[in-house]
Nanobody
Framework: VQLQASGGGLVQPGGCLRV?????????????MGWYRQAPGKERELVAA???????YYIDSVKGRFTISGDNRKNTVSLQMNSLKPEDTAVYYC??????????????WGQGTQVTVSS
């Protein structure tokens, strides 16, 4: 399974960015897709996740500002980030858990994409 992330970049505080991720390869089902982030000197943390049934989770610090959405047919997930703050600066990683065509579970990470919020 490959996860290809796109988006991110540099934005001023209060601005918006969108990061997207597409999964491909040996996929039978994706159970959960999510976005993690890791800031310098900090541990990686789960920012938002969405299940195949469209249940969502958000870390408290992004609630009301970030929106995660997924497309089960296209195996994609996006994270719309509004009202960005400097503390949102981090490398954002896409993550997927599911079942492959041989019915084995998988757990994969995409390459990171940098999000920088700075004036």
């Amino acid at each position: 399974v490959q996860l290809q992330a796109s988006g991110g970049g540099l934005v001023q505080p209060g601005g918006c960015l969108r990061v997207s991720c597409a999964a491909s390869g040996n996929i039978f089902r994706i159970n959960v897709m999510g976005w993690y982030r890791q800031a310098p000197g900090k541990e990686r943390e789960l920012v938002a996740a969405i299940t195949s049934g469209n249940n969502t989770y958000y870390i408290d610090s992004v609630k009301g500002r970030f929106t995660i959405s997924g497309d089960n047919r296209k195996n994609t997930v996006s994270l719309q980030m509004n009202s960005l703050k400097p503390e949102d600066t981090a490398v954002y990683y896409c993550h997927a858990e599911g079942i492959d065509r041989e019915r084995f579970p998988y757990d994969y990470w995409g390459q990171g994409t940098q999000v920088t919020v700075s004036s």
